[in-house]
């Protein structure tokens, strides 16, 4: 009988496993304590555990790991992380300190199936999904690994979280949930390239902090770049942004990745005025961090504050992010965890037939 690996279990199910092993319920608070809290990995260890338990455990389930490959530190403080899975896989985690926080930024897939034009990880295709317990122990690993701990977590490394939704909710439970890893769902955001049905559903669901990667100003450029578009519109995009449940701190945001010469002219931000207006929310201007073999490239900064001026001027809250962790290959975009790009494919842009592949 294949094992239950528990670091995949929501918990629900972890409560529904131990109540199924004839257990008491604060068993399942010990057993999480243990893992997410003190990062346990062997049921031997266990100690408050009774021998009983600890041997039907090890009969039944078992723990994973993820294991770190290579761990690289940029110029500005920023670390990348490689790490391999258990079937050999290789996945990205990126922590990036700055004044007040630690943001993890953490992988959901290795590669990504969504097909945008302008980023690395989608040469790669969708390679598989992560398992709840690998998008969560990428979290596990790098507390660890790090003196001051992780205060922020984002899904924005490699692959589409809501492509994997399933396995993203879960993650979120596990890393929100107050006797699991008991991160404030604040702290916890979602970047998505726009997949409307599973933005409500996570609102429902999981609500953390929502950010949508906008990257165009109007439909046609759009579908260009990011060929999701063509299944759901800017129009509904946004509409779906607007309707997602924040809690009264918690924000919506829009990643405008500024790409020279393609969507960064004066015109595309009056655009960008005209589709935002009257939504609460923030637009985060981030200048493209360049990719090659990919030969898009970044925008000159006066571009970039032209830009942001004219949100700004337009009534709508906008910052320009500073690149981290570029000099490393860490930054947005540039996550391919050692596999080989074809040079071939680095040159055909957008591949439509991501579109028909893209998630129903
Ligand atoms: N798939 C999700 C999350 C991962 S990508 C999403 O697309 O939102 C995280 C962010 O990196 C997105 O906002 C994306 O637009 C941005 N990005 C991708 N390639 C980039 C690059 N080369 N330079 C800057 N940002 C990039
Ligand atoms: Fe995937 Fe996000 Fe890259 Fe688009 S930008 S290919 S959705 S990881």
Aim: glycine residues 8%.
């Amino acid at each position: 009988m294949k094992k239950i690996d528990i670091l995949d279990l929501s918990p629900k199910e972890l409560e529904d496993l131990v109540s199924g092993l004839g257990e008491r319920p604060y068993r399942v608070s010990q057993l999480a304590r243990w893992i997410y809290k003190k990062n346990i990995r062997s049921f031997e260890e266990m100690t408050d555990l009774s021998k009983g338990f600890r041997s039907t455990l090890k009969d039944v389930a078992r723990l994973s790991s993820i294991r770190l490959r290579r761990e690289q530190t940029s110029r500005d403080g920023t670390k990348k992380f490689l790490f391999e899975l258990e079937d050999g896989s290789r996945i990205e985690s990126v922590l990036i300190p700055d004044a007040h926080r630690l943001t993890l930024c953490i992988s959901t897939q290795v590669g990504c199936l969504m097909g945008c034009a302008f980023c690395l990880t989608a040469r790669l295709r969708r390679i598989r999904n992560l398992r709840p317990g690998e998008i969560v122990d990428q979290f596990l690993a790098v507390r660890e690994l790090s003196p001051y701990g992780v205060t922020n977590i984002v899904f924005m490394g490699m692959g589409e979280p809501l492509d994997n939704f399933e396995s993203t909710v879960k993650a979120i439970e596990i890393l929100t949930h107050p006797g699991y890893v008991g991160m404030s769902p604040r702290r916890v955001t979602v970047s998505t390239s726009g997949l409307v049905p599973e933005i409500a559903e996570l609102g429902e669901r999981a609500p953390v902090n929502l950010s949508i990667s906008l990257n165009a100003s109007n439909d046609r450029l759009r579908s260009r770049l990011m060929p999701v578009n063509n299944k759901y519109p800017l129009k509904t995009l946004i509409e779906a942004g607007a309707s997602y449940p924040l809690s009264g701190r918690g924000k919506l945001t829009f990643e405008y990745v500024l790409i020279k010469d393609v969507n960064d002219a004066k015109s595309n931000a009056v655009e960008l005025v005209g589709l935002l207006r009257g939504i609460r929310c923030m637009v985060n201007l981030i200048p493209y961090n360049e990719a090659p073999p990919l030969e898009y490239q970044t925008p000159e900064r006066d571009r970039a504050l032209q830009f942001q001026k004219v949100l700004i001027d337009g009534g709508i809250r906008a910052m320009i992010r500073k690149s981290r962790g570029r000099d490393i290959l860490g930054a947005c975009g540039q996550l391919v965890a050692d596999y080989p790009l074809e040079e071939t494919d680095a040159r055909s842009g957008a591949q439509p037939s991501a579109v028909a592949a893209l998630p129903s």
